[in-house]
């Protein structure tokens, strides 16, 4: 609907550029998809330990392999093509990007507790489902955050407040 092409891995192997893999699930970039890459194709993965690309077949196409520099490295197939495999195929967000800075963290961390007291407090009147973190909680944290960074924010006024919640005005 947004003007996105949707197609098999397959397909988009041949027309990519870029390649991130995000499923959880294993082999899903492999041997057939490495030999339809356009040269300098780059690869990640950002789903699930280092199983979503085998590296296995990476390697077994390869005549060559280098690295380029941290986080990067080169496979030269034996048809020529090179494939860059970033983060040697681990997550990446945490092995090149050396993880979330302690000040994202400390905000997943006290979203995390608050929601499991949320849990524990409420767990009776629960359903076996999933929930939302309650919004007054994000609320509290941002705020919380925001003021020991000493950023002041704007705050919505009650007009304000009652048009974003509302389908009255407007085209």
């Known amino acids: 609907m947004d003007g996105f092409e949707v ?10 550029e870029i390649f991130v893999t995000a499923t959880g699930d ?23 330990f280092n199983v979503e690309i085998s590296i296995q077949d990476l390697n077994r196409l390869s005549r060559k392999k280098r690295k380029i520099r941290d986080f990067v490295d080169e496979y030269v197939l034996r048809n020529g093509k090179r494939i860059y495999l970033l983060g040697e195929g681990r997550l990446i967000n945490l092995t090149s990007a050396e993880g979330h800075p302690a000040s994202v963290m400390d905000m997943s961390f006290a979203n995390q507790s608050l929601s499991a007291e949320v849990l524990v407090r409420s767990r009776r009147k629960m359903e076996n489902k999933v929930y939302s973190v309650p919004l007054e909680i994000d609320k509290e944290i941002a705020r919380l955050k925001l003021k020991a960074m000493g950023i002041n924010i704007d705050h919505l006024t009650k007009a304000q407040q009652k048009y974003l919640i509302s389908w009255e005005a407007g085209t």
């Open 7 to 16: 197609m098999s891995i397959l397909e988009a192997a041949k027309v990519g």
């Open 26 to 48: 294993i082999s899903v970039l492999d041997h057939r998809h490495f030999l339809k890459m356009r040269d300098g194709a780059i690869v990640a993965n950002s789903g699930h």
